[in-house]
């Protein structure tokens, strides 16, 4: 075959992964190629800035560092949301698949041990992954840092507690949840990996609406919110990594 016919053939075939990987990364990182493989499996992928990642550019306490993932521009087309911190020593933070009810943004509290880009890999329909991504600056130290709810007497008593709120929003609303919990990530001498790993939303007919897998960089004592379409009270189902198993509902 002729290089002409190579070429004409090569014009025909269907883009590949690596056609869609065209695109300059918007906080060039030289871990990137790293979790695209780890995390991705070499998936084909786009940078997106539909996929929007909102963190304060300093983390001030990095232990307790506010993120919101906003993929909202894919309503209704999410299968999978997955997000790290490329340079913390526990990168990934969280893997949410909502469901048909439930918005794809997540807000939640991490850990940040240094500066670091962040990203969201939302998984559509079609198997491709939209990446977003932010530059966060940090002094340091977030995920080795000790325990505050350890310092606290009588930590155990509440180990679970669950304190939430629903909020109208027009047609929707967004449910506010803080777990009483120490996420300790195994990283503090002395102090085993013990944290939440896995969550559920149901509705009351024990649909699911949502799962999330947590990971030890997401904080102490963690902040979880979600936005809901429809009315009903929400179930929230809890699981760590000992096994204990928590529940709260939210009218």
Known sequence: MNWR???LLLCCLPLTATALETGKDPVPSVMWAFYHKQLLAEAPFVFDDRVRLLAPPFAEDARQVPLQIDARAFTGDVVRMLVWAELNPLPKIVDFQPGERVLPWLSIRIRIEQATPLRAAVQTRDGLW???????????GGCTAPSVVRTQPGWEEH????LGARYPRG???????QVAHP???????????FYLNQAQLL????????????????????NLSFDIQGPGQTRLLLRDNSGNEFEATVP
């Not at 939209?130 to 340091?140: E, F, N, P, Q």
């Not at 024990?206 to 997401?218: D, I, K, S, Y």
Request: no cysteine.
């Open 183 to 193: 996420m300790d990530n195994g990283l503090v001498s002395g102090i085993p990996e």
């Open 5 to 7: 016919a190579w070429g």
């Open 171 to 177: 047609e929707d609303s967004r449910l506010r949840l």
């Open 159 to 162: 180990l679970g507690e669950v």
């Open 130 to 140: 939209h990446v977003g991504s932010t530059l966060i600056d940090a002094a340091g």
């Open 203 to 222: 509705d009351a007919d024990g649909q699911v609406l949502a799962r999330l897998e947590l990971f030890p960089a997401v904080s102490e004592n963690p």
